[in-house]
């Protein structure tokens, strides 16, 4: 006999919602792709059906209908997880060991030709990471050499000690941004909740930065609409007229059809700009969950990321 009041319908779903997706345990060594694809509306149902494609050769059990979030194992030591965000889609790929060299053999390369390239969707972010053993890599400049070339790094020890990550936000010739993580203490699941964040900083800074081509776009058509809303200003105030030596009328007629561009222009920007701005409160959060500490001579992610000054810029005065 329950001494509760009776359920709410959603309440089971709400509280497990907490636990829905765990960061994937990781030990070094161990090999990280992640992709991550802006995905339409009309697309989302076509999600479920690739996923269920590359299930079934492997006889795993596909995402059941209407699933946000799926992750198995596909045998040879490859899993994938994959989440359903609000405009995005995030696959991970993981497998044990190291390749040959610096980020050969990277997971996506075990799964069936030409499945990953079908993915519905536009990639927006495609990343390796290595996960290794602290103790058998020093992180000299020869290391960071072998892995970003004579890109500038970014650094930082995390985790209060339990271990350090390198990556130089670049896309490299294979398509793919890179992250290396030198494990001293972590335990598998922090391990796996540290790559996570790592993604999630650049996938969030990449859908911030959607709203940038927006802003220079609507830049200089907003200088525009100010010189024109000073020049009735200064008609108004000197009771002068228009260029047409015509009265009120067509003083009011400018000032309507500034109005209209403005809410035209606020209109087709709102959504991007707010989504701006949750992305980049995300990316600060994220960043925040690494606990970095300063690396003698190289940026943090922290440092990194204020570089770019993700606030895209707003004209208040009009906008």
């Known amino acids: 006999m329950t001494l509760l009041p009776a359920d709410h319908p959603q309440r089971l779903e709400l509280a497990d919602e907490a636990h829905a997706r765990p960061p994937e345990p990781l030990e070094a060594p161990a090999r990280v792709t992640y992709v991550a694809v802006l995905v339409a509306p009309e697309q989302r149902e076509s999600e479920l059906a690739h996923l269920g494609a590359l299930c079934a050769p492997f006889g795993v059990a596909p995402p059941s209908a209407g699933a946000t979030h799926f992750s198995a194992g596909l045998g040879g030591g490859l899993r994938l997880k994959w989440e359903r965000h609000g405009e995005f889609s995030g696959y991970t790929f993981f497998s044990a060991g190291l390749g040959s060299s610096p980020f050969s053999e990277p997971p996506a390369a075990l799964l069936p030709p030409g499945w990953l390239a079908a993915v519905p969707g536009a990639t927006i972010v495609a990343a390796h990471a290595e996960l290794?053993?602290?103790?058998?890599?020093?992180?000299?400049?020869?290391?960071?050499?072998?892995?970003?070339?004579?890109?500038?790094?970014?650094?930082?020890?995390?985790?209060?000690?339990?271990?350090?990550?390198?990556?130089?936000f670049r896309i490299h010739a294979d398509g793919c941004a890179r992250f290396v993580v030198l494990d001293h203490s972590f335990t598998p699941r922090q391990a796996g909740r540290s790559l996570q964040r790592l993604f999630e900083i650049e996938a969030y800074r990449m859908l911030a930065l959607l709203a940038l081509p927006i802003a220079r776009r609507q830049s200089a058509r907003i200088v525009e609409i100010e010189k024109s809303l000073a020049a009735l200003a200064e008609a108004i105030a000197l009771d002068s007229g228009l260029d047409s030596g015509n009265d009120d009328e067509a003083l009011l007629n400018k000032l309507t059809r500034l109005a209209a561009e403005v809410e035209r222009e606020l209109a087709a920007s709102q959504f991007r700009f707010g989504a701006c701005r949750a992305y980049h409160e995300l990316v600060s959060t994220r960043i925040g969950e690494l606990r970095e500490k300063r690396l003698s001579g190289m940026q943090t992610i922290e440092e990194f990321m204020a570089s770019l000054s993700l606030n895209i810029p707003f004209r208040n005065s009009v906008l």
């Open 132 to 168: 290794m053993r602290a103790a058998d890599q020093p992180a000299d400049a020869a290391f960071l050499a072998r892995h970003f070339g004579a890109n500038i790094v970014v650094g930082a020890d995390i985790g209060d000690g339990a271990g350090l990550v390198f990556t130089d």
